[in-house]
C-alpha cells in the first residue's frame, strides 16, 4: 500500500498531511477545488485532480490505481451556498462511493473528538453521518479525532493584540489543541496502522486562561481579560440561529459550544501554542 490520494490538500490540515506524505517517499495525489493556491505550496506530487467533490461526476476515476484515500474535507466557514451536509457529509460520501467503484482498501477520514456527543450541532452531524457510511462500508477504515487546531486559536491572539480577551465563564475549560504539521504525522501513520479511531491532541494541555496569559506573553501586553457571564453564551445560541440564520450561524454555534466543555484528548507532537503565536508575529 503505497499510492496515496489526499482529499481537501488546500486546506490548513490537507497541506500538512500531502508534505508529510511527500516527505515520506510515497505516490501522492491530490484531489483539490483550486490548484493554483495548491501549487502556491509548492509540494512535490505525483498528480493534481481538479474537482469539485460536491459533484459526483467530476472525480471519475480519481481513486484509479490508489490504495489509500485520506480525507480531510470539510468547512469551517459556510459559503458558496454549501452547507456542512453538502460538504462534510454528501461530498465524503461522493468519494466513498467512488473509493469503492475504484477498489481502494483503506480509507483514512479526519473528524472531530466528541463529535458523537455534539451531534446536536450541524457540523458534528454532518461529520458523524459519513463516520456511519464509512463504518457501515465495509472497507478498512480510521477515525481521526483532533480537538482542534493551532489556527483555531488565532482568535486569542488577534484579541490579546487589541489589548484584551473575552472569555466565557471561569475560563478553566481545558483543551491540547494540535498543531497540523503533528496531527499530519498522526494521518500518515494511520496507513499501515490498525486502529479504527484515534483521538489525539498536541502535547500541552491547557486553560483558556492559560492559552489566553501565553498570548499576552507574546504579544507583550499585560494580561487585561474579561469574563462574560456563561447566560449570555446561552442567549446568544438562543437567539442567534433565528437572526443569522442556520448557515451563518453554524462556525459560531461550534465555537461556542465547545468552549464551554473540556476537549482534551491524548497528548502528542511536538510544536507548542507558544512557539505558533511566536510565528504569527513574526508574519
Not at 38 to 58: E, M, N, R
Not at 151 to 177: H, I, R, T, W
Not at 232 to 255: A, N
Request: charged share 25%; proline share 4%; with cysteine.
Amino acid at each position: 500500500m503505497n499510492n496515496i490520494l489526499v482529499a481537501g490538500a488546500t486546506g490548513y490540515l490537507g497541506k500538512y498531511i500531502t508534505n508529510e506524505l511527500s516527505e515520506q517517499g510515497y505516490y501522492t495525489r491530490v484531489l483539490v477545488r483550486n490548484p493554483e493556491k495548491f501549487k502556491q505550496y509548492q509540494i512535490p506530487v505525483d498528480g493534481v485532480i481538479h474537482a469539485q467533490v460536491t459533484d459526483k461526476s467530476s472525480i471519475q476515476d480519481c481513486c484509479k490505481n490508489i490504495d489509500v484515500v485520506i480525507s480531510s474535507i470539510g468547512i469551517t466557514k459556510q459559503k458558496d451556498g454549501l452547507t456542512y451536509m453538502d460538504v462534510d457529509y454528501q461530498a465524503n460520501l461522493n468519494l466513498l462511493d467512488e473509493v469503492k467503484r475504484s477498489g481502494v482498501k483503506k480509507f483514512i477520514y479526519v473528524s472531530v473528538l466528541n463529535g458523537e456527543k455534539l451531534r446536536n450541532l450541524k457540523i458534528c452531524e454532518a461529520k458523524e453521518r459519513f463516520v456511519e457510511e464509512l463504518k457501515n462500508s465495509g472497507l478498512e477504515y480510521c477515525i481521526i479525532r483532533p480537538n482542534g487546531f493551532f489556527s483555531d486559536m488565532v482568535e486569542f491572539y488577534n484579541m490579546a493584540n487589541k489589548g484584551k480577551v473575552y472569555l466565557f465563564g471561569s475560563g478553566e475549560q481545558k483543551a491540547n489543541p494540535i498543531h497540523g504539521e503533528d496531527l499530519a504525522k498522526v494521518c500518515v501513520s494511520a496507513i499501515a496502522g490498525k486502529d479504527k479511531e484515534i483521538e489525539v491532541g498536541g502535547p500541552e494541555t491547557l486553560t483558556q486562561t492559560d492559552i489566553t496569559n501565553i498570548a499576552f506573553e507574546v504579544v507583550e501586553r499585560k494580561p487585561k481579560i474579561v469574563h462574560i457571564p456563561d447566560w449570555v453564551r446561552r442567549t446568544i445560541l438562543t437567539i442567534g440561529k433565528p437572526i443569522m440564520g442556520s448557515k451563518k450561524f453554524g462556525p459560531i454555534e461550534f465555537f461556542m459550544n465547545v468552549m464551554a466543555i473540556d476537549m482534551v484528548a491524548p497528548e502528542y507532537g511536538e510544536h507548542t501554542l507558544k512557539n505558533y503565536f511566536n510565528e504569527l508575529r513574526q508574519r
